[in-house]
Structure formats: structure tokens, C-alpha cells
């Protein structure tokens, strides 16, 4: 058991006539590890690119409801009536009449 520690502390299993095996699962361990830290990589780029999403969404949803907020003022008729007023123009006092035409067939 001691000796077993002492030699793989002095690295003995590296270098020894039956090698090429421990150097196969080193490399084959060293090239998962790789392919797992890229993955992690990965996965964060993407959890940062849904979160500037999500955030982006959030100042669009607002910008609308804010834009849509300030239509619905413009288009009422008291705006309108505020406006036309500096322009000169007044509402009418007289109704409007329903004009009929009959088809001459």
C-alpha cells in the first residue's frame, strides 16, 4: 500500500514498460474534462444571452404600453377638441344628417 502511494507520488506509472495504458485513460480523462468546461462555457453564454433577452423584452413591452398609453390620450376628444381649439377650429353645434342614395336601378 505504502509503496503504491510512493509511486504513483513519484509518477513511476508514467514511465514504467506498461505505460502506454495509464497514458490512454490520462488523455481520454483530460479530453472529457475539456469537453465538459466547454460545455459549461457554453451553457453561461447562454444564460447571459437570456437574461440581456428577457431584460430587452421588459424595455420593449414598456416602450409600447407607453407609447400605446399616449396614443389613447391623443385620440380622445377632448384632446382633439384642446388642439383643433389653438387652430381656430370648434366643434359643431348642429348634429351631422344621415344622407340616403337611392340606386337608380
Same mark, same amino acid.
Given at each position: 500500500?505504502?509503496?503504491?502511494?510512493?509511486? @504513483?507520488?513519484?509518477?513511476? *506509472?508514467? /514511465?514504467?514498460?506498461?505505460?502506454?495504458?495509464?497514458?490512454? @485513460? @490520462?488523455? *481520454?480523462?483530460?479530453?472529457?474534462?475539456?469537453?465538459?468546461?466547454?460545455?459549461?462555457? !457554453?451553457?453561461?453564454?447562454? /444564460?447571459?444571452?437570456?437574461?440581456?433577452?428577457?431584460?430587452?423584452?421588459?424595455?420593449?413591452? !414598456?416602450? *409600447?404600453?407607453?407609447?400605446? !398609453?399616449?396614443?389613447?390620450?391623443? #385620440?380622445?376628444? !377632448?384632446?382633439?377638441?384642446?388642439?383643433?381649439?389653438?387652430?381656430?377650429?370648434?366643434?359643431?353645434?348642429?348634429?351631422? #344628417?344621415?344622407?340616403?342614395?337611392?340606386?337608380?336601378?
Amino acid at each position: 500500500m505504502k509503496k503504491n502511494i510512493y509511486n @504513483i507520488l513519484k509518477g513511476t *506509472f508514467l /514511465v514504467s514498460d506498461d505505460s502506454f495504458k495509464n497514458w490512454r @485513460i @490520462i488523455l *481520454f480523462i483530460s479530453g472529457l474534462a475539456i469537453v465538459m468546461i466547454a460545455s459549461s462555457h !457554453s451553457a453561461d453564454e447562454k /444564460v447571459y444571452e437570456i437574461a440581456r433577452l428577457e431584460n430587452e423584452v421588459k424595455e420593449m413591452r !414598456s416602450a *409600447f404600453v407607453d407609447g400605446r !398609453s399616449r396614443l389613447m390620450k391623443l #385620440k380622445m376628444e !377632448s384632446a382633439v377638441v384642446a388642439k383643433m381649439k389653438d387652430k381656430g377650429l370648434a366643434p359643431s353645434v348642429i348634429p351631422p #344628417k344621415k344622407i340616403k342614395v337611392k340606386s337608380q336601378n
